[in-house]
T-cell receptor, first 112, second 111 residues
Framework: GENVEQHPSTLSVQEGDSAVIKCTYS??????FPWYKQELGKGPQLIIDIRSNVGEKKDQRIAVTLNKTAKHFSLHITETQPEDSAVYFCAARLGSARQLTFGSGTQLTVLP | DTAVSQTPKYLVTQMGNDKSIKCEQN?????MYWYKQDSKKFLKIMFS???????INETVPNRFSPKSPDKAHLNLHINSLELGDSAVYFC??????????FGQGTRLTVV
């Protein structure tokens, strides 16, 4: 099955700085890579996703890049704000499957 | 309107009891899931279910069973609860291979 590794496990940045979270996946058949944000006491919420036929996708302050050859993808958050503080999860999905395999999560803290 | 709703939000019960967690989605999705989040925040798939097949993660004990009365509901029934079952359980749904929407979670504490 698929295995997803995520780094770092914790990340602290000053407000206004950028934050980068990286993930690697094991199965080259994976073709969908979402990123979820989980706030305290809530369920994960999709913030951005990318499919394997695209190398980069951007949505305002959030961007995701995908390197299929190296089997890794990254989340980039620019101009961070205190409300960006949360746990972020990357995930991957095999083309033949519906369920997601999640990374271990990154606790992002944006310091005011 | 809540897209994926779970009840209860909190559940405290004694070892050995049987309990159920209910999940409903009003998105018209064809697939529903149960995920378990442990104390270290790891999210792992337990089941995925649509009207054609049930896929069970092989690591899930057979004390756990999903029950789907209809396309909009996927309940989780747990027999003979153990201390190690304490976790947050998330229901989710998706349409085909699209975005997965998660519920707010059910925090289960077994004492």
């Amino acid at each position: 099955g698929e295995n997803v590794e995520q780094h770092p496990s914790t990340l602290s940045v000053q407000e206004g700085d950028s934050a980068v979270i990286k993930c690697t996946y094991s199965d080259s058949a994976s073709n969908y890579f979402p990123w979820y944000k989980q706030e305290l006491g809530k369920g994960p919420q999709l913030i951005i996703d990318i499919r394997s036929n695209v190398g980069e996708k951007k949505d305002q302050r959030i961007a995701v890049t995908l390197n299929k050859t190296a089997k890794h993808f990254s989340l980039h958050i620019t101009e961070t704000q205190p409300e960006d503080s949360a746990v972020y999860f990357c995930a991957a999905r095999l083309g033949s499957a519906r369920q997601l395999t999640f990374g271990s999560g990154t606790q992002l803290t944006v310091l005011p | 309107d809540t897209a994926v709703s779970q009840t209860p939000k909190y559940l405290v019960t004694q070892m050995g009891n049987d309990k159920s967690i209910k999940c409903e989605q009003n998105l018209g999705h064809d697939t529903m899931y149960w995920y378990k989040q442990d104390s270290k925040k790891f999210l792992k798939i337990m089941f995925s279910y649509n009207n054609k097949e049930l896929i069970i993660n092989e690591t899930v004990p057979n004390r756990f069973s999903p029950k789907s009365p209809d396309k909009a509901h996927l309940n989780l029934h747990i027999n003979s609860l153990e201390l190690g079952d304490s976790a947050v359980y998330f229901c989710a749904s998706s349409q085909d291979f699209g975005e997965a929407f998660f519920g707010q979670g059910t925090r289960l504490t077994v004492v």
